[in-house]
């Protein structure tokens, strides 16, 4: 479950998503070693929309089924 509150990622570049994603897998590894669960929950899901976002643009424009497949 993505964040609901992170708007702003398709803003930031490769290396902002990478820096932000180091930053919060800080913050969650301090959270669980405190016990925080409400913290680690909600660093979890800011993680989430940033890791998906990070694999996005590794991934890059397209896929290969994309033509094959039509989901819309």
């Known amino acids: 479950m993505e964040h609901p509150l992170i708007s702003n990622v398709d803003e930031l570049t490769t290396e902002q998503l990478q820096e932000k994603i180091s930053?919060?897998?800080?913050?969650l590894s301090i959270a669980l070693r405190t016990g925080n669960g409400h913290l680690c929950n909600q660093l979890r899901m800011a993680l989430?929309?940033?890791n998906n976002k990070y694999q996005e643009r590794l991934r890059g424009p397209g896929t290969p089924f994309d033509d094959v497949i039509d989901i819309t």
Do not use: D
């Open 23 to 27: 930053e919060l897998t800080k913050k």
């Open 48 to 50: 989430e929309t940033f």
